[in-house]
């Protein structure tokens, strides 16, 4: 079984500061992760993934996540909000190819940018 | 290129009744999955279909159904409904194939459904 925990649901920064979102994962084979992205009244967009190789995975719109193994966690973080990334993330996780794409997901984090 | 495409975008029905919620996978995609996201909080799996057979199914009644043509599009049923059934409705397609991809999915916008 595989599992995510996202610590805080809400979080909250000044536009300009850094964003860092946390994500915890259990997985009793190596996992794949997720990062997604979700706007108001809209679907969920793919920010970044990790499958295997280099553990420090970019992203688009500035975002980047680090696979710590032996932490067992995928953080997400971003050098410098801007508004525009106000939205919920979500981390998922799947168990590659073993488990043919399903993603279980976080409780999600709601991301608020202050000017 | 389009993406995924659901339909209806919201609808309203009362307890007991029957929806069939649509999905259109992203062109080259044909493997289709179904997620139930619940008011603040993250999708729960409930079924995925592959070659028009259901392969993968989560923790949801059988009340929860699903069908796949050959044009790879999708519908998703639910009998009976509950008020706990109110949520938005996700699809998402991937690429072909069960054993070939990197577990990415491609989400479309979702079914708002409201059980009243």
């Known amino acids: 079984a595989q599992s995510v925990t996202q610590l805080g649901s809400h979080v909250s920064v000044s536009e300009g500061a850094l964003v860092l979102l946390r994500c915890n994962y259990s997985s009793s084979v190596p996992p794949y992760l997720f990062w997604y992205v979700q706007y108001p009244n809209q679907g969920l967009q793919l920010l970044l993934k990790y499958t295997t190789g280099a553990t420090l995975v970019k992203g688009i719109n500035g975002f980047e996540a680090e696979f710590k193994k032996s932490e067992t966690s995928f953080h997400l973080t971003k050098p410098s909000a801007h508004m525009s990334d106000a939205a919920e993330y979500f981390c998922?996780?799947?168990?590659?190819?073993?488990?043919?794409?399903?993603?279980?997901f976080g409780g999600g984090t709601r991301l608020m940018v202050k000017p | 290129d389009a993406g995924v495409t659901q339909s209806p975008t919201h609808l309203i029905k009362t307890r007991g009744q029957q929806v069939t919620l649509r999905c259109s996978p992203k062109?080259?995609?044909?493997?289709v999955s179904w997620y139930q996201q619940a008011l603040g909080q993250g999708p729960q799996f409930i079924f995925q279909y592959y070659e028009e057979e259901e392969r993968q199914r989560g923790n949801f009644p059988d009340r929860f159904s699903g069908h796949q043509f050959p044009n790879y599009s999708s519908e998703l049923n639910v009998n009976a409904l509950l008020l706990g059934d109110s949520a938005l409705y996700l699809c998402a397609s991937s690429l072909p194939g069960l054993g070939y991809s990197t577990g990415e999915l491609f989400f479309g916008e979702g079914s708002r459904l409201t059980v009243l």
């Open positions: 062109s080259g995609h044909d493997t």
């Open positions: 998922a996780v799947s168990q590659g190819n073993n488990a043919g794409n399903m993603l279980t």
